[in-house]
């Protein structure tokens, strides 16, 4: 079974600062996605980004990229000049191929961005 | 375009009764989940569906029943509800080529 940790269940930076989110994951598939969701405080969840685990180039999505460490099984989020918009929950998230996409979640790491 | 949209927003139950959560998406996606989530734990899938007519259990399945009668829409029940329950309810579709989950605005349940 898949498990999914995100060890620091809050944290906060300074508005315009850069901060990075840890996940680590334990699984034996090869074959994989990951993905940073953003919770905000309106509920809705939101991808941030995802990463296909036989790409070696770490994905990036404007201000938001990720430390992909295969061997090691981390998947850090690092988000650049953060603004005060980036104040949310934020999950990461497992995901077996092939399968039916069953997502499988961390517990959370709320980040306060501060002004 | 609405996306996903769950019924209703809040919902408050008594011990013991029944009720029902609608999803409906309008993208038409093949594959449609019921995630609970609780403080401290995440997102844990409850049930899933492939398609119209099939659904499946998933991490925390107890106490729910789901159906799938129309590819649109997927509902969630619960028969007797119980305190343990209380949880915000998340809906999601997907394509069966894409593994990004859509979601909804999710549920707030609170069984008192």
């Known amino acids: 079974a898949q498990t999914v940790t995100q060890s620091q269940p809050e944290m906060s930076v300074q508005e315009a600062e850069t901060v990075t989110l840890s996940c680590t994951y334990d699984t034996s598939e090869n074959n994989y996605y990951l993905f940073w969701y953003k919770q905000p405080p309106s509920r809705q969840m939101i991808l941030v980004i995802r990463q296909e685990a036989y790409k070696q180039q770490n994905a990036t999505e404007n201000r938001f990229s990720v430390n992909f460490q295969k061997a090691a099984k981390s998947f850090s989020l690092k988000i650049s000049d953060s603004q005060l918009g980036d104040t949310a929950m934020y999950f990461c998230a497992f995901m077996k191929i092939p399968g039916t996409y069953k997502y499988i979640f961390g517990t959370g790491t709320r980040l306060k961005v501060l002004a | 375009n609405a996306g996903v949209t769950q019924t209703p927003k809040f919902r408050v139950l008594k011990t013991g009764q029944s009720m029902t959560l609608l999803c409906a998406q309008d993208?038409?996606?093949?594959?449609m989940y019921w995630y609970r989530q609780d403080p401290g734990m995440g997102l844990r899938l409850i049930h899933y569906s492939v398609g119209e007519g099939t659904t499946a259990k998933g991490e925390v399945p107890d106490g729910y029943n789901v159906s799938r009668l129309k590819k649109q829409n997927f509902l969630l029940g619960l028969e007797s509800a119980a305190p343990s329950q209380t949880s915000v309810y998340f809906c999601?579709?997907?394509?069966?080529?894409?593994?990004?989950?859509?979601f909804g605005a999710g549920t707030r349940l609170s069984v008192l």
């Open positions: 999601a579709s997907s394509y069966v080529t894409s593994p990004i989950q859509y």
């Open positions: 993208m038409n996606h093949e594959y």
